[in-house]
Structures are given as C-alpha cells and as structure tokens.
C-alpha cells in the first residue's frame, strides 16, 4: 500500500541515514537524556541542607557534566571524521548564533539541509507559518509539524543570534516595534535561523557579514 501511494503521488524516495548519523542520533539522545537527569539535583540543590547530601547531589551533577563533556567529544570526533560532515559543520558554527553543539543538532535532525529551498526548510522544521481560515473566517496563523527536536535547538540560538547578529537584532526591534509578541519575534527568527543554515550550505562556504 505504501508503495502505491508513492508512486500515485510522486514522492521522493529519502536516502537511508548513514551509519555514521545513526551513531550521531544515539549520541545526542544521550545527551538529551543527560540534560533532563540535571533537573532534579539541580533543583534539590536549592532545597538541601544537610552537608553529605549537598556533597554527594554536588558530586552528581559533576559526574553528570563529565557526560556531557564526554558524549560532545564522542560526537564532535565523529564529526570530524567525515569530510563531508566536517566541512558542513564548519559552515554551520561560521553563522552568528550557531555554536557547535547546535551545527551538530542541525547536521544529526535536519541532514536534508542544503538540499532544500527556503520553504521546505523551514516546513520541515516545523516553523512554516500555517494560517487557519474557513470560507470567510480567517484566523491567526501558526506553526505545527515538523521536527520537534530541530525547534527546540533552535531556540537558544535564536536569542544568542538576535543579540549578537546585528542584522537579526534590527530585524527583531521592527518586529517588536510592529506589534509582534516576543514569542512570536523569537518564532520568526528560529526560521530565519534554519533558512541563514541551509544558505551556505547550499553554497558550500562559510557565513559571509555583509559590510555596511
């Protein structure tokens, strides 16, 4: 049946991971996982008072951060090894806002980037705008779909790149200045921050500031 829906529409087969972004993807669900196991020392380490147990949750949360350190060396040694993969990260941590754990998100979740246009890199990530209408009712738009994970990434670096890009800091003052809520400010630049990736990618060379 799926085979028949895929040639009644057309659709592009996808090409199968490699094995090496299989072991990406199991590295950065690591490291995931290591970051919701913070939360709860974190958060016991304002309440506790007795001195072994601030030792041994103070002792945890180190144990916890050598992880980290540990699974983003496994992972940027994976990178590294690639040429493919290597220049392509270097391209992504070249961009305002882009730090090499979220390259390495973008290259694991979204490695169609460089193969898109705009618009199905922004769809894919879940940040196309969607307006809601029925007959003469128009609503709000908004964003659904896509890929979770790419989004959630994405948010930090939007604010990093909304303070340090001086192009995306102007861009969002008009936007704020226009009416627009900061969340959906913040919304509009993670998807201009997918589609600033998928740019030099499909070019193949490093972000480029533009000189005034």
């Known amino acids: 049946m799926l085979t028949r829906m895929g040639a009644a529409l057309s659709l592009e087969a996808r090409p199968v991971p490699s094995a090496i972004i299989n072991d990406l993807r199991d590295l950065r669900t690591a490291r995931n996982a290591l970051i919701k196991d913070q939360v709860a020392p974190q958060t016991r380490a304002k309440a506790i008072?007795?001195?072994?147990?601030?030792?041994?949750?103070?002792?945890?949360?180190?144990?916890?951060?050598?992880?980290?350190?540990?699974?983003d060396a496994a992972t940027n040694a994976l990178i590294q090894g690639d040429p493919d993969l290597a220049?392509?990260?270097?391209i992504l941590c070249s961009i305002p806002g882009i730090?090499?754990?979220?390259?390495?998100?973008?290259?694991i979740e979204m490695p169609?980037?460089?193969?898109?246009?705009e618009k199905q890199a922004a769809a894919l990530a879940g940040l196309a705008p969607i307006a809601r209408q029925s007959g003469n009712w128009k609503g709000k738009s908004f964003i659904r779909g896509g890929r979770q994970q790419v989004r959630q990434g994405l948010y930090m670096p939007a604010l990093v790149a909304i303070r340090f890009n001086a192009d995306l800091k102007a861009k969002y003052e008009q936007l704020i200045k226009a009416g627009k809520a900061p969340k959906q400010?913040?919304?509009?630049?993670?998807?201009?921050l997918i589609i600033l990736a998928n740019a030099p990618l499909k070019k193949g060379r490093k972000w480029q500031t533009r000189v005034a």
Do not use: G, Y
């Open 49 to 71: 008072t007795p001195p072994l147990l601030k030792r041994q949750n103070a002792a945890r949360l180190n144990q916890i951060e050598a992880q980290k350190e540990a699974v």
């Open 87 to 90: 220049q392509r990260f270097a």
């Open 99 to 107: 730090a090499e754990v979220s390259a390495a998100m973008l290259l």
């Open 112 to 117: 169609e980037l460089s193969s898109l246009d």
């Open 185 to 192: 400010a913040i919304t509009a630049f993670m998807r201009k």
